[in-house]
């Protein structure tokens, strides 16, 4: 008769990757002061005896610890992977997060209860910085991450012949656009997922996967926090194409010239002005509000609101930059 091992208990967790627009700068609410003094998402535990279902304990857990109340929210993924808590030989309570992701808009006001609640609005492309396209390709690609990738990729090739998963090196040409494959902007996580495998993120050495490492530019975050945030961005990043999202960042009247940089900086692209404004036309997601603003030191722009009738229009309104 084989020993029974005692199973450790576990706890649903929810964690919030909460963005907003700041300037044009696509930003991730930050809780400061996590182990080794890393950021974290906003994070609370889930108690089904006080809320009914995960969203509201969710809102009221982001709300306790940063004052902000959430508009638009969406579930991500469970997260529960052995070790995501890095906790010697997983000791004690194992915890299990459920992801969101949510979308807000700033103000002078909401960053002050922010301040006070220890909590601040970072920009995303600190976290995963080659995900930034909107000046062109980041040099740090081709001269850091690419070939200790496939150094990498060099290394474990024998391991590979044996196994019937897609090889590194196919991986690699997926996920950074190599040889005649495209780069897609929604790919976030595989590629986090590559540099982590490699050692080259600090939470690989953090969960004991590898003793040392020299990792690629981009801050580290608390437990697993990044890998959210990295399926958080490709969410949204897919999502703008097929559903009006992208207005819940937006203030209710906005020009076009503002809606182009919010688009940009959420899909790491630049978008040529024309074809982005032929684009938005042809999408029928606005309208004008016959205003202007002169808010831009030049000459008045035309305001414009979302169209909300287009939701009962068409089944999948959105922006299609990108397409493949």
């Not at 999408?283 to 016959?290: D, H, I, K």
Request: hydrophobic share 40%.
């Amino acid at each position: 008769m084989t020993e029974s091992r005692a199973r450790p208990p576990v706890e649903i967790g929810l964690n919030a990757a909460v963005v907003a627009i700041s300037g044009r700068s696509p930003c991730i609410l930050a809780i400061g002061g996590g182990a080794g003094g890393r950021d974290a998402l906003p994070f609370g535990p889930f108690d089904p005896h006080q809320h009914r279902t995960f969203e509201t304990s969710l809102r009221a857990s982001v709300e306790a610890q940063t004052a902000l109340k959430l508009g638009y929210i969406e579930q991500l993924y469970t997260f529960g992977d052995r070790g995501r808590q890095k906790l010697p030989d997983e000791a004690g309570t194992h915890m299990v997060s459920v992801g969101y992701i949510a979308l807000t808009r700033t103000d002078a006001e909401a960053n002050e209860q922010l301040a006070e609640a220890g909590a601040a609005w970072r920009d995303w492309y600190t976290y995963l910085p080659w995900e930034d396209w909107r000046q062109g390709r980041p040099a740090l690609i081709d001269q850091l991450i690419l070939p200790a990738l496939k150094a990498f990729a060099a290394d474990n090739m024998r391991e590979e012949r044996a196994s019937a998963l897609p090889s590194m090196r196919t991986r690699l040409r997926l996920a950074f656009g190599l040889d005649d494959f495209p780069w897609d902007e929604e790919r976030v996580l595989e590629r986090y997922e590559l540099l982590y495998e490699a050692g080259l993120a600090e939470e690989a050495v953090t969960d004991g996967r590898t003793g040392s490492c020299h990792p690629a530019p981009g801050i580290a975050m608390r437990h697993d926090h990044r890998r959210i945030l990295a399926t958080a961005m490709a969410r949204l990043r897919g999502k703008i194409k097929y559903r009006p999202v992208i207005f819940e960042l937006m203030a209710p009247e906005f020009t076009l010239t503002e809606l182009q940089a919010t688009v940009e900086a959420i899909s790491g692209r630049h978008l040529h002005k024309q074809n982005f404004r032929r684009l938005v036309e042809g999408a029928e997601l606005v309208e004008a509000t016959g205003g202007s603003t002169a808010a831009t030191g030049g000459r008045p722009a035309a305001l414009f609101r979302f169209r909300r009738r287009i939701l009962e229009e068409r089944p999948a309104p959105g922006l299609k930059v990108g397409m493949r």
